[in-house]
Structures are given as C-alpha cells and as structure tokens.
C-alpha cells in the first residue's frame, strides 16, 4: 500500500509565502515521478508543478517564477515553495506520485488526501 500524505496549507495573505510537503510511504520500488495539482471551488484539478526522477521539471504557465518544486529522492517527499502568493492561488493543493509499487507491476497514479491553501486579498 503506498501512502501520499500533504502538509503545509493554511491561510496566507497576499504576497505571501508557503511551503507545501508530501511524503510517499508504503510499498514502493521506484518513483517515476512527484507533482502537485490543485483544485479550486467550481473548476476542475489543473496541473501546478511536477518533477521526474531525473530532475526534469514542468510548472504551469500561472505559477512560473513564483513557485519552486524540489524533490528529496532518499526521503520520497517532494517540496512546493510557493511565494507572491496571489487569490487565485486559493485551492485544495493535491500530491501525486506516479509510483511503482512492487517491481513486477507497473507504474501508476497515486494522490494524496490533499491540503487547503486559502489567499487572501
């Protein structure tokens, strides 16, 4: 059984900062790759940030500039430093792991429980 789980959300003023963490626990093999998604009230999940294995990163366009993802491979926890923090940021910010469970099985999906991020203006 593998396990994501979130921490770091709260209620930040604009302009402000705050870093998310997300920890893969359970049984894993091998990650292929970390990210966040993040939905907000009435819209669907939308990408934010991910990172592979190897490093290679992808932000969305909204976020470029402002946030950081960085990963710790010996702890499988994957880091979102998010700073000029804006409203439309507020969302339920989720952790996925595209993860290998048991070397002989494939590689796929898994979510954390999520976590509130909340901007004000």
């Known amino acids: 059984q593998v396990q994501l789980v979130e921490s770091g959300g709260g209620l930040v003023q604009a302009g402000g900062s705050l870093r998310l963490s997300c920890a893969a626990s359970g049984s894993i093999s091998s990650i292929d790759a970390m990210g966040w998604y993040r939905q907000a009230p009435g819209k669907q999940r939308e990408l934010v940030a991910t990172i592979t294995s190897g490093g290679r990163i992808n932000y969305a366009d909204s976020v470029k500039g402002r946030f950081t993802i960085s990963r710790d491979n010996a702890k499988n926890t994957v880091y979102l430093q998010m700073s000029s923090l804006k409203p439309d940021d507020t969302g339920v910010y989720y952790c996925?792991?595209?993860?290998?469970?048991?070397?002989?099985?494939?590689?796929?999906?898994?979510w954390g429980q999520g976590t509130q991020v909340t901007v004000s203006s």
């Open positions: 996925n792991g595209v993860i290998k469970p048991l070397p002989w099985l494939p590689s796929r999906d898994y």
